[in-house]
């Protein structure tokens, strides 16, 4: 999945010349966490509501109400922005991107294009819901973790058996990590099959790999096999 089609856009900027109180406002008015700063419409620098907030926290020491909002009418942005922006470029898997937050420990970065311009903004709320896309949450079914041995065909065959008890798959997702040598993890999101099967359908399963839990949303019931 490309940045590109989750990312928050059209972007909404602010120029480096508008006032932190104005910054503020639009941050308000537009329920957002982070600004990319133009000048001249081209990027020099983000500014965050946490910025804004130890802004003013530092300068609201000896300053009463009056003299605070005056304080924040008169501050330029550019006086408080972030200079050195971290950006990713639209073409950019969401992996890649959620990599680069983690590596900087940002909630949040301009997206550019091939040009350098400002073509959206990803956070960490648009990586919750591609995340939920791709598992199929919405679909309100079942999802079963198992560490299954990894040779040719293993998935196919779990697949199956949840078919065979008239299952519809919505996402399959495997890795490596944190499995046993030779093995992976699995997770897999499935749907209509019917609630008095699944005590049944999971036996057959523990047949074929270790199962680490069942979670069925819509009865928010939970099995856990394996608690290490």
Known sequence: MLVRY????PAITVEKTQTMQQAMALIKEKRIRLLPVTD????CGVVSDRDLKRSSASDATSLDVHELLYLISKIKVAEIMTREVITMHQDWTMEEAADLMLLHKISGAPVVDDDGAISGVITQSDMFRATLYLTGLKKRGFQISLILEDTPGSIME????IRQFGGRIASILSTYERAPSGYRNVYLRFYEVSRDRIDEMTEILKQKAKLRY???HRENRRMVFDKH
């Open 6 to 9: 989750w990312m928050s856009k």
């Open 214 to 216: 069942l979670v069925d």
């Open 40 to 43: 001249n419409n081209q990027l």
């Open 158 to 161: 779990i697949a199956n058996v």
